[in-house]
Nanobody, 120 residues
Framework: QVQLVESGGGLVQAGGSLRLSCAASGSSYMISVMAWYRQAPGKERELVASISSTGSTHYADSVKGRFTISRDNGKNTVYLQLNSLKAEDTAVYYC??????????????WGQGTQVTVSS
């Protein structure tokens, strides 16, 4: 099993910044793509940003130019820098990864979520 532990959420004013972190742990697991999703009240969970093991990134249009995803492969940790926050960024942010053991298929894992609240 892979465990994802998130940190860094909180309350911030519009225009402010936050940095989310997510550390993956799991003996003998190879971590593939890592990503951040979010879910606002009454809405479906949506992909915010993803990053491959080689550093290729993808962003939702709504966060391009404001959020930056990065990872430290040595620490199996992914980060999400949130700048120029807006009220509509308020949501629970979930860390996500696909990982596998040698010769086993990829499996998807989720963190417990961290609340980001942006006050206008």
């Amino acid at each position: 099993q892979v465990q994802l532990v998130e940190s860094g959420g909180g309350l911030v004013q519009a225009g402010g910044s936050l940095r989310l972190s997510c550390a993956a742990s799991g003996s003998s697991y190879m971590i593939s793509v890592m990503a951040w999703y979010r879910q606002a009240p009454g809405k479906e969970r949506e992909l915010v940003a993803s990053i491959s093991s080689t550093g290729s990134t993808h962003y939702a249009d709504s966060v391009k130019g404001r959020f930056t995803i990065s990872r430290d492969n040595g620490k199996n940790t992914v980060y999400l820098q949130l700048n120029s926050l807006k009220a509509e960024d308020t949501a629970v942010y979930y860390c996500n990864t696909w990982a596998r053991k040698l010769l086993r298929p990829l499996e998807q894992y989720w963190g417990q979520g961290t609340q980001v609240t942006v006050s206008s």
